[in-house]
């Protein structure tokens, strides 16, 4: 019998989960192609470390954009390479469970599904982001009780009030890590008439970010291009800077909050008020950022442990649920295969 493999396909980083291993790959999501011949010549960090620095002949890129799928055959390379170099190519893989935002088509559910299935594995099973976090972060799910999770990755925030396996109501919104990467370079531009790549965005916002003032310190050399002489140049970085780029983006975040709240049932709702919402995702590390949702919203916030990593937990949890999708006596099961 062969692994069964749990995928958490991401928009910054792929995250592979195997059967009695635990995380066996955590790599960035960037692919690097020859375009002469269409080869492949990088994938994960190795492509990673090269975005931005290739010549004409080699284009680095993230094949997903927004937590969907954006060019297949680069997906289905990638999550080949990556699963070659964890699984021996002698053992078969019949059963994956891999994630999924909250809010997507049956027709990018199905991308997904043909890009993992391509990598040789026969039955792909799906679950939603926010319950995989939800399990990942070590919540009861199956109970009758709701559970508030906030996932805050790198392509998509995905919000859910989670109970009996299923989701009551959710929201999956764009507004992530990737965006505020975006509005670092922006205030970069704007501030200090300096072009930086997305990479030194990245590395700011890990090292110093913050969106209310006073929560992070420090300061972040980043280096790039003076917009007016063309030469290169580099600048200091406060922490309380980076409150003005990244604030908005974690304001839309907190709206979406409330406007799931304001739709959840009130049984629910008193589940919520007991026991607060739970932060998900890498980005949800952010400095300030549960201190802004606790000031809004007047509940407890809690940061799980091992953040980013909450999705391939609960995907890699999630793989004793396949056995029991066809028997309708096991109850509730917060995954599925009809794609």
């Known amino acids: 019998m062969g692994l069964d493999v749990a995928i958490d396909l991401g928009t910054s980083r792929t995250r592979i989960f195997l059967e009695g291993k635990g995380k066996v790959v955590d790599e960035p999501s960037v692919i690097t192609v020859d375009l002469n011949t269409d080869n492949i010549i990088a994938v994960g960090e190795e492509a990673y470390n090269m975005l931005g620095r290739t010549s004409e002949r080699y284009n680095a890129v993230y094949p997903l954009s927004g937590g969907v799928i954006s060019d297949l055959g680069l997906v289905e390379a990638m999550v080949s390479s990556l699963l070659r170099r964890v699984v021996s190519s002698k053992i078969g893989m019949p059963r994956a469970v891999a994630c999924v935002p909250g809010e997507i088509t049956d027709v ?21 982001e926010p319950v995989a976090a939800a399990i990942g972060a070590g ?3 199956d109970s009758p009780h709701g559970s508030f999770v906030v996932d805050v990755g790198g392509g998509t925030t995905d919000l859910a009030v989670i109970s009996l396996s299923g ?8 507004q992530a890590g990737n965006i505020m990467d975006e509005e670092i370079i922006k205030y970069v531009k704007r501030r200090y008439n300096m072009l930086i790549g997305k990479r030194t965005a990245e590395e700011a916002k890990i090292n110093i970010g913050c969106v209310v003032p006073g ?18 140049a580099w600048t200091l970085l406060d922490a309380d800077e980076m409150v003005e780029p990244l604030r908005e983006t974690a ?5 979406q909050i409330q406007d799931v709240l304001e739709e959840t049932p009130p049984e629910l709702i008193g589940d919520i008020h007991t026991d607060g919402i739970i932060l998900t995702g890498g980005a949800s590390q952010l400095a300030g ?11 407890r916030v809690t940061v799980a ?12 949890a999630s793989l004793k649920y396949i056995d029991k999708l066809r ?13």
């Open 251 to 255: 304001n839309a975040i907190v709206r």
């Open 167 to 174: 989701i009551a109501v959710s929201r999956s919104i764009k």
């Open 215 to 232: 929560m992070a310190s420090g300061k972040f050399r980043i280096k790039g291009r003076n917009m007016i002489t063309g030469m290169p």
């Open 289 to 299: 950022l549960d201190t802004l949702i606790k000031a809004t919203t007047n509940l």
């Open 139 to 141: 919540l009861d799910i």
């Open 327 to 339: 028997r309708p006596e096991s109850g509730v099961n917060p995954i599925s295969d009809r794609y």
């Open 305 to 316: 442990e091992n953040p980013g990593d909450c999705v391939v937990n609960g995907c890699g």
């Open 108 to 128: 990018e559910k199905r991308a997904v599904v043909n890009a993992i299935s391509c990598a040789g594995i026969r039955r792909v099973c799906l679950v939603e």
